[in-house]
């Protein structure tokens, strides 16, 4: 199964953007994007999962600012972007894969990563 993310760009602080990610294929438990700055550790923004009790999950740097979805038609899922900031500079990793609960925002819990689409923002 390969994951294919688009949507990255280069955007001024306060803009949006949206990012896409193609996950043909099998049906996952849990559905994230995880991003990385240069010189950082890979880090969670959000998840979307089959677990009743826990369906989204968002980093808290972002939340209320990202909202991730799932177009399951489509198999694609989505990161929209709002208020941007030059901290949210990273590149942005899709992820998919059948975490247990506690697992669900470390990248350790999925299995199948996309390549990776730059996001940067300017100040």
């Known amino acids: 199964v390969q994951l294919q993310a688009s949507g990255g760009g280069l955007v001024q602080a306060g803009g949006s953007l949206r990012l896409t990610c193609a996950v043909p294929?099998?049906?996952?438990?849990?559905y994230g994007w995880f991003r990385q700055a240069p010189g950082k550790e890979r880090e969670f923004v959000a998840a979307i999962t089959m677990y009743s009790s826990n369906k989204i999950r968002y980093a808290d740097s972002v939340k209320g600012r990202f909202t991730i979805s799932r177009d399951n038609g489509k198999n694609t899922l989505y990161l929209e972007m709002n208020s941007l900031k030059p901290e949210d500079t990273a590149v942005y990793y899709c992820?998919?894969?059948?975490?247990?609960?506690?697992?669900?925002?470390?990248?350790?819990?999925?299995?199948?990563w996309g390549q990776g689409t730059q996001v940067t923002v300017s100040s």
């Open positions: 992820a998919a894969g059948d975490p247990i609960i506690i697992y669900v925002t470390a990248p350790e819990g999925y299995k199948v």
């Open positions: 294929g099998r049906t996952f438990r849990s």
